[in-house]
């Protein structure tokens, strides 16, 4: 067990120092500049990305930005009328070949939105089509044959959570914010007991 967790915690390093720094920063910009704006941030997935892309929008309400998830199905059946000109959208997709991906990116340029690919593959259908992008390489999956979607996900988790610290800290989000927002549970107790 313990070379399983040696094996993974190499995997997940490697995957995330192949992260190009300045694209990842682009991100962070482009979305404080949209929710300076007052347009939104979404994320969509599909699969195992749902509740990635939820963990996401939870950890962003938390702070008192705006953000919403975009189920990938979903969104082609009406779902697409949150979407204006100018909102900022992820694309979670680790081959960037998933059908039902391509087919929503088509429609989200049609509504001008601020189109950002989060994925594991730099030639694409999608690479080619959304230029502002952060893949990441990864070596290996961690399950015994290379294709659950295990350890690409958990890297999608703690990229979108770094996007969510990074937008916080140069939004000057203080603490007063959060507590606002979180009354409840043991958090809510420790913040209204300062």
Known sequence: MI?????????????????????????????????????KIIVSGLGKNVPICEKFVGTMSSLGLDTYFLHTNSAVHGDLGVVHKGDLVIILTKSGETSESVYLTKHLKKKNAN?????????????KVISKAVILNLDHEGDMWNIMPNNSTTLNLIVL?????????????????????????????????E
């Open 161 to 193: 959570q770094a996007l969510a610290m990074e937008i916080a800290k140069r939004m000057e989000i203080k603490l007063e914010d959060f507590k606002e927002n979180h009354p409840g549970g043991h958090i809510g107790e420790l913040l209204n007991n």
């Open 115 to 127: 189109l950002w690919l989060l994925s594991f593959c730099k030639e694409s259908t999608l690479s």
């Open 3 to 39: 070379s399983y967790f040696e094996n993974l915690l190499s995997t997940i390093s490697s995957s995330l120092e192949s992260i190009n720094e300045e694209e990842f920063n682009n991100l962070v910009e482009d979305s404080v500049r949209t929710v300076k704006s007052g347009k």
